[in-house]
Each structure stands twice: as C-alpha cells, then as structure tokens.
C-alpha cells in the first residue's frame, strides 16, 4: 500500500483524535467508556465535515513515556482504535506518544488501521522526555514480521525537540527517504500548534521524493502558504476550542478550515 492508495490524488487532512488520558496515565478519571465516547463524538464531527483521514493518539497522558508504553496504554489505544475504524470508515492511523513506534505498529495491525505517525523514526533528539533514540531498524522488521500493511509516517525536524547533533534537515531527510524507509515524511513547527515554516518544506521537499505532510500549526489564515508545497495536512491544534490542543474540538472551526482548503483546492484547478 502507498499513501496514494489511501488518499487518491487530493491533499487529505488528517485530523487528530486526542483521546481523554488512558487508564495509568496520571490525569485518568476512571472511565473507559468516557474515552471511548468522547473519542466517537469527535471522530463523527471530523467525517462529518469532510476530513480525509484521522490519527489517534494518547495526547493527554502527560508526562510522556521517552520510548515504550506500558501493556495497560497499548490495550486502551488498540480498543479506542479498533471502534474508530470500524466506524468511520476513514483511513485511520496511529500515534503511540511519545515514540513507542513498534507498539504502533502492532496496534494499526491488530486494529487495521491505516498507518502509524513516528516522531523520532532516525537519529536521537534532546526533548523533555530526555534523549529518544530511533529504532526504524525494529519498527521496520516487526511491520514486515507482522505482515502488516500500516505506513510509516515520519517526522524530520522533530518538535518539541532538538537533534542531539544537528544533521540539518536535507540530511535527516534524505536518510527517512533512502535508509529509513518512511512511506511519507512530516515537517512541522517547533512546538505543538506552531506554525510550520514555508521555508523548512522547501528544503525538505528538495530532498526527497515521498509525499510531505504538514504536521502542526496549520489554520485557514496561513494554509495558503504551505498549500502548493504539501501532498496533506495533520490538524490537531486549530479544531480545537480557541486552538488549544487540550481543548474538545469544536466543529464550526472544522467547517471553516474544510472550506477553505476546498476553496484553495477550487482555485488551483481553475
């Protein structure tokens, strides 16, 4: 499978399903079926309105883990998982917070999810969590020992972060591309909901041949800066009330980016 198979020739938008915290995070409040509601809401405003694709993802079970999550987090996000794809009927993927990639992997397989996003897929970065090293040699093995179908997504330039020797982006791109074996790689900005810089997707785009995602800060006022240069949009952030990623997402401001994607979209094929 390839990213063109699951999105055709349109430039999908991917909206972040940011579940409630997960039993033994700390902010947990006891209740599954909490999550699990609130989780279909969501997902069932973003289909609503037009959105391409969804990726799930423990957001809200701060402080993060630096690489693998425990057994309790893989059942809840495998569970919360499976009922989205069932039904939604979008392409569905996975993000195991903060970079659990083969847990991910196996989760996007048990549920037959689409595809998995990956922040530290290469190379190690200094981050809050301390250094998170990438272990694309393990994800790609256990995918393909799975015989799994589910795409890699992986972040270069990764947020909320700082390489722990500076390769520069044309580097870290070209090994996702050509070593690493990402399906689709993710610019984003330097923290969550901030922009992406216009000039960090040039450079990448320079420097490989997959599709490139937008993975943060992304509105109706700036898309039209990044439009023309992305192949898709990960939008967390801005569907939320006040564009505040912990905030519940609130569905005239889905309409409104939707529209105007579509009107960017209108204007280029004229």
Do not use: W
């Not at 397989?109 to 981050?127: D, K, L, Q």
């Not at 580097?171 to 050509?178: H, N, Q």
């Not at 990623?245 to 009107?263: A, C, I, P, Y």
Request: with cysteine; charged share 25%.
């Amino acid at each position: 499978m390839r990213f063109q198979d699951l999105f055709g020739k349109k430039k999908p938008v991917i909206a972040c399903v940011h579940l409630l915290p997960l039993p033994g995070a700390p902010r947990f409040a006891g209740s599954m079926q909490t999550v699990y509601d609130t989780a279909l809401e969501e997902a069932a405003v973003f289909k609503r309105q037009g959105v391409d694709g969804l990726i799930v993802e423990n957001f809200r079970d701060k402080p993060f883990f630096p690489d693998r999550v425990p057994a309790e987090t893989v059942a809840a996000l495998a569970a919360v998982t499976r009922e989205i794809v069932k039904t939604t009927a979008l392409p569905v993927g996975v993000n195991a917070l903060r970079n659990d990639a083969l847990s991910a992997i196996a989760i996007a397989t048990a549920a037959e999810a689409h595809f998995i996003r990956v922040n530290v897929h290469m190379g190690a970065v200094v981050s809050e969590q301390g250094v998170i090293q990438g272990a694309s040699h393990e994800t790609l093995r256990l995918r393909a020992a799975l015989r799994s179908k589910a795409l890699i997504f992986a972040d270069v330039g990764v947020k909320h972060a700082a390489p722990l020797a500076d390769r520069g982006l044309p580097a870290e791109t070209r090994d996702l591309t050509e070593r690493g074996m990402a399906d689709a790689v993710i610019v984003s900005g330097e923290l969550t909901g901030a922009e992406t810089k216009p000039e960090d997707v040039d450079i990448v785009a320079a420097h490989t041949h997959l599709p490139i995602l937008i993975g943060s800060g992304t509105t109706p006022e700036n898309l039209h800066k990044v439009f023309t240069k992305a192949d898709g949009f990960i939008v967390g952030s801005y569907f939320k009330k006040g564009g505040r990623g912990e905030n519940r997402v609130e569905e005239k401001r889905v309409k409104t980016f939707m529209r105007k994607l579509k009107s960017l979209s209108g204007a280029r094929l004229k």
